[in-house]
C-alpha cells in the first residue's frame, strides 16, 4: 500500500516550458488535492476533485490546470513555467467518512523555473 | 486576508518540557479543525484534530484545546522528544460532504536533548 505518490521528484524547468506533475493514490480515495508551499507562505491550494472527471479552482489556481481522468490519478499540469511557480508541490487525497477531514500527503515535488 | 495565523514562526523547547503551538482564525464557519506536521523533504502528516463541538481532544503526548469564543486553537506536546523538532501546521476547515482545508504558515519546533 504506497499510498501516495507523485511523479517526479524534482524537476528544472525554463521559463516557457511545460510539464506535467503525476499524483497517484492506491486507497480509493474520492478527494484529490494540489497545493503549493513556498517559504513562510504555508500550503496554498491549487486545484482540487472530488471525484473522477471533475475538478474546481482553489485559492492559487492562476498557470495551472488538472485533470482527473481515472479516480486514482490527478495531473497538474503548467503549459507555460514562470519562475514564480518555483515551490514545491503537494498533493493529497481524501475520503468523507463520518466526521473526519483528514488528507493524506504525498512525498512533493520540488520544481525550479528558471 | 489570512484566514488561519499561526504567530510563531518558531519554538525551541527542551526534552521532557512541553511545547505548545498556537492558531488563531477568523472564519467563525470553520468547525473543524487540523493538526499536521512536516519533516525537511517529507510531505505533511496528520497529527490530530478536533470537532468544534468539543474543547478538548487527546492522543498520547498530543493534546489540541479549543476555544471558540476567542477563535483559538493551541496543540501541546508533553513531554516534547528530540523526534519532535519539524514543523507543525495548523488547519482548518468549513463543515460539508467534502473538504477543503486552510492552512497557517507553520511553526518549527526545536526539541534540544
Redesign the interface.
Known sequence: NAG?TQTPKFRVLKTGQSMTLLCAQDMNH??M?W?RQDP??????IH?S?GEGTTAK?EVPDGYNVSRLKKQNFLLGLESAAPSQTSVY?C?S?H?AG??????????TRLTVL | DQQ?K?NS?SLSVQEGRISILNCDYTNSMFD?F?W?KKYP??????LI?I?SIKDKNEDGRFTVFLNKSAKHLSLHIVPSQPGDSAVY?CAA?VGS??????????TMLLVSP
Not at chain 1, 513562510?40 to 491550494?45: D, K, S, W
Not at chain 1, 473526519?100 to 504525498?106: R, T, W
Open positions: 501516495v474520492e478527494y488535492y497545493y513562510g507562505m504555508g500550503l496554498r491550494l482540487y472530488v482553489g503537494f493529497a481524501s468523507p466526521d473526519s477531514y483528514e488528507q493524506f500527503f504525498g512525498p512533493g | 488561519v499561526q514562526p473543524y487540523l499536521y523533504a517529507e510531505g505533511p502528516t496528520f484534530s470537532s501546521f476547515s460532504g467534502y473538504s477543503t482545508l486552510t492552512f497557517g504558515k507553520g
